[in-house]
């Protein structure tokens, strides 16, 4: 028996927030048709359960899938689900288009008792720093402990960040007010900030992970028991679902950079599927982001 794909939905935008229609379309056509967004080239996804081991489903705002039951529906069909759920703090300046924190905080209440918390992995991700017209800084930090008691609470494991990226496209948007623009702390802040979220969630049996870290967990010390991720999980994917699964890296994500995915078929469509969250630091397709 050959191994079977994972499906991701989606890195490149919001599958389950703005698009579950489609998906659902897709899948009881059986098939995907992809874009390389590099070299445009188009493949043929097959899409039935025996070609699907798990659909790893990438949100900050399930309530539309929720409400709608697609889980449910494609549970009955045959196929295995993985959340990843980004639930950061309210900030209105990044995220201006996202539902209130504790309407995050029920979805993800919700997708555990329908799907068990086993198959959920929190992201406080990207943690942002930023500078305010009177010259104060700010950040997106303030609820890490609210959100961490309450996936606790909810068997939730598993907590992914990361810092933002400092894309140049992102440079380029125009800003939310005059005065305002990213900051980039340095490793020292960055390896002290990491240390204090792994304080705050070590008693509550988590696991603390970056994603695409590898310069500040290589200046972690040792005793500080921060990972590397693999936000596509394959052999927890083997171990919640059994079945076979490949584990080979994703040559096409950011390896150098720390990546710990492993092999999986991004569906989402980038020019064709903009994400209409609208936030500040986006790396993808922002709706209404215009540039300066």
């Known amino acids: 028996m050959s191994s079977k794909i994972v499906i991701s939905a989606s890195r490149r935008t919001d599958i389950p927030a703005f698009y579950m229609d489609w998906f659902m379309d897709r899948i009881d056509k059986s098939f995907f048709e992809t874009v390389n967004p590099y070299n445009q080239k188009k ?7 025996d070609h699907v081991h798990t659909i790893v489903f990438w949100s900050k705002d399930f309530s539309r899938f929720i409400d709608g039951g697609f889980g449910e529906q494609l549970k009955k069909k ?42 959920v992995t929190w992201r406080f991700d990207p943690m942002c720093f930023y500078t305010l017209p009177d010259g104060s800084e700010g950040n997106n930090l303030k609820s890490f402990p609210k959100i961490a008691d309450h996936m606790a609470s909810m068997g939730i494991l598993r907590c992914i960040t990361s810092f933002m990226d400092h894309y140049s496209k992102i440079d380029k948007r125009s800003k939310p007010f005059a005065g305002f623009h990213f900051l980039d702390p340095n490793i020292k802040k960055k390896v002290r900030i990491l240390q204090k979220m792994k304080s705050i969630i070590a008693s509550k049996h988590m696991k603390l992970y970056t994603c695409c870290e ?14 590397n991720s693999s936000c596509i999980p394959n052999r927890l994917l083997k171990d919640l679902f059994g079945g076979k699964l490949s584990f080979k890296k994703d040559t096409g994500q950011r390896i150098k950079q720390g990546c710990g995915c492993m092999v999986s078929t991004d569906i989402g469509l980038y020019k064709q599927q903009p994400c209409y969250h609208n936030c500040l630091f986006c790396y993808a397709n922002p709706a209404s982001r215009k540039h300066k």
Do not use: W
């Open 214 to 227: 590898k310069k500040v967990l290589s200046a972690m010390p040792p005793e500080a028991n921060v990972q």
């Open 43 to 49: 493949t043929i996804v097959h899409a039935t359960p």
């Open 78 to 119: 045959g196929y295995n689900l993985f959340f990843n759920f980004t639930i950061n703090s309210e900030d209105s300046i990044l995220e201006p288009n996202i539902p209130p924190l504790e309407s995050r905080i029920e979805q993800a209440e919700a997708l555990c008792e329908a799907f068990g918390p086993q198959t």
